[in-house]
């Protein structure tokens, strides 16, 4: 729980925010509270705001927000191998909490567990479930009732503490990362999806930051297997 | 979208649950997560909606910067945060 109260402070601005925005693109209170809870998902939800207000087709929404949510696939796929034993109504509850920050803690906290000879207590499909929802649902929950405190609360932040609160989340996910970063590869794909994401993102906002996140982890890995295999020729 | 999200979020753990996957097939998955991850962060921090926002991206990427070193030595990505986030906060003040 105490790796997730960086996750909590952060969200708490950030939900708050996106109530306020959505207030302003003219979303209702039920509507707003409903899509934190349903969508979950802070990229999506912003991302929809535009299309929505502009009454866009339904299909136009549905794939822009779709496009942000395709980072949950790949995430919920690495996750899956440690709730080993879990039934399904449990797995399909708690698969609506997934989000990059309840995916990052628990995953590197997993892999941690994996290499060490230490195991923690309870650490088996059930209690991995646990230290899971322990992360996920109560950022879950301060999103969904931070969304709708945003839409009755103008955020009140002095202009300048707005950019730390900002930094808390991507600092907190790069220290989380740099921590845990132990081959040349690992950090490659991070440096190098750091620094195109933006370019990507500029060249096309809801595909770009994807394609090349896609691209550059595809092309580490193809690097990295073709010299296992000339290792092994050799 | 709700629908497709959970989708994207249920399925893998519905049918993947406690399966190993085959070596090479995780490290490529970690290599997606951590890819995709870190372009958040990227966009999170420099981006306003299709805007990248040049005026405060400077000091900003120097504030990660000084996060990912302290948050490496320390081995405590709290303390990297924190001290990252003194600093944004000083230099948008300076500014």
Redesign the interface.
């Known amino acids: 729980m105490k790796a997730a109260i ?1 996750i909590w402070i952060a969200f708490v601005p950030s939900s708050i925010a996106w109530g306020i925005a959505a207030q302003d693109h003219g979303l209702t209170l039920e509507e707003i509270v409903l ?1 934190s809870a ?4 802070g ?2 939800q912003f991302a ?1 705001l535009g299309p929505l207000a502009e009454n866009k087709s339904a299909l136009q ?2 794939v822009a ?2 496009l942000m ?13 440690y ?4 039934q ?1 109504l449990p ?2 509850f ?3 909490v ?1 989000s ?1 920050s309840s ?2 803690v628990p ?1 590197l906290q997993f892999q941690k567990e994996q290499v060490s000879d230490i195991p923690r207590a309870g650490a088996n ?1 059930h209690g991995n479930l646990a230290f899971f929802l322990g992360v996920g649902a109560t950022a879950y929950s301060i999103w969904v009732i931070g969304t709708a405190v945003g839409f009755g609360v103008a955020l009140g932040f002095p202009s ?2 707005d ?2 609160l ?14 845990e ?1 132990k081959s040349w ?2 950090a490659l ?10 370019p ?3 060249a096309s ?1 809801g595909w770009g ?2 394609i ?3 691209v ?3 092309s ?2 193809g690097v ?2 073709w010299k296992f295999r000339a290792s092994k020729l050799s | ?2 629908l ?3 989708g ?14 085959p070596e ?1 097939w ?22 306003k ?2 805007r ?1 926002e040049t005026d ?1 991206a400077p000091y ?1 990427a120097l ?2 910067i000084v ?2 070193v ?3 030595r320390t ?7 924190l001290v ?3 600093l ?2 000083a230099l ?2 300076m500014r």
Do not use: H
């Open positions: 960086p899509m349903w969508v979950y998902s990229p999506a929809v929404v549905l927000g779709s949510n395709l980072r949950f696939l790949p995430m919920s796929t690495a996750l899956a191998p709730f080993s034993g879990v399904r797995l399909l708690s698969s609506q997934v990059a995916f990052i995953y499909g300048g503490f950019e730390a900002r930094f808390i989340l991507p600092g907190y996910f790069a220290g989380l990362l740099v921590v970063m590869a690992m794909v991070c440096g190098a999806s750091l620094v195109a994401a933006v990507g993102a500029l906002q930051w994807l090349t996140a896609i550059i982890a595809i580490v890995w990295e297997e | 979208m709700g497709v999200a959970l994207f979020r249920a399925v893998p753990l519905l049918f993947f649950a406690g399966r190993q996957f090479k995780d490290r490529l998955l970690r290599y997606l997560s951590y890819a995709l991850l870190c372009s958040i962060i990227s966009t999170t921090l420099f981006m909606g299709a990248l405060a900003r504030a990660l996060a990912v302290i948050a490496r081995k405590s990505a709290v303390t990297g945060m990252g986030m003194a944004v906060l948008s003040w």
